[in-house]
């Protein structure tokens, strides 16, 4: 099953009440290692989504990603909304015009989210940032890209989850948290746990 604008701005809502559902453990994980903001940013940005979505609904597939980036952009603080932005931005750049996202298209635009990711955060794989959960995702994501796209976004989503873990015994070396040093080892990294979260929704969604 292809991904339509409809199915994406649905799977934008999941995502939104799900980050609702973990912003409680998401500010306790930033709590530990960081300002403790990231669960209520994420929380804002993604209600901000869900509301802009009611006022108006994309018609393809890269409008609601760019609808995305431009409301995590303007409404989220700190690093997130920057890097999430981003990541979607270079998402919607890569759908282009497609009216529905096909497999390899929606792998493509994993890779270039990453790679938005990374250019603007100036993160690589074990720093302890959302990187470490995005690059064996994306990684999974292109081992299946002859899948559906529930199939992709799951096997995204449990690199993800193993992704997120390995943070917890990797000295930080972005961002606040890395202020900490030695001492942040044992927690996991917020932004990691959200990029789990939200290829969770989005694949859950999927299916």
């Known amino acids: 099953m292809a991904c339509t604008a409809e199915t994406f701005a649905a799977a934008l809502r999941a995502a939104a009440a799900v980050i609702a559902e973990h912003r409680a453990e998401l500010v306790d994980l930033d709590r530990a290692i960081g300002d403790a903001d990231h669960g209520e940013n994420m929380d804002r940005g993604f209600g901000a989504i869900v509301s802009a979505l009611d006022t108006a609904t994309p018609e393809t597939p890269a ?5 995305a980036a431009t409301t995590l ?9 920057p890097l999430y932005g981003t990541a979607f931005l270079r998402a919607s750049v890569k759908l282009g015009d497609a009216a529905e996202v096909d497999g ?3 792998v493509e635009a994993l ?5 938005g990711v990374q250019a603007r955060g100036k993160a690589v794989g074990g720093d302890a940032t959302m990187v ?13 890209s002859g899948s559906g796209i529930a199939e992709i976004l799951t096997a995204a989503a449990d690199a993800a989850d193993k992704g997120a873990e390995s943070t917890v ?5 972005k961002g606040r948290a890395s202020y900490l040093g030695e001492r942040a080892v044992g927690h996991m990294d917020p932004g990691a746990r959200s990029t789990a979260l939200l290829l969770r929704a989005f694949a859950e969604a999927a299916k």
């Open 63 to 67: 409008a609601v990603a760019k609808l």
């Open 73 to 81: 952009i303007s409404k989220v603080g700190g690093a997130a909304g």
């Open 104 to 106: 390899p298209l929606l």
């Open 111 to 115: 890779r270039a989210a990453l790679e």
């Open 132 to 144: 470490d959960a995005l690059i064996p995702a994306v990684s999974a994501a292109e081992e299946a």
């Open 169 to 173: 015994e990797l000295v930080p070396r």
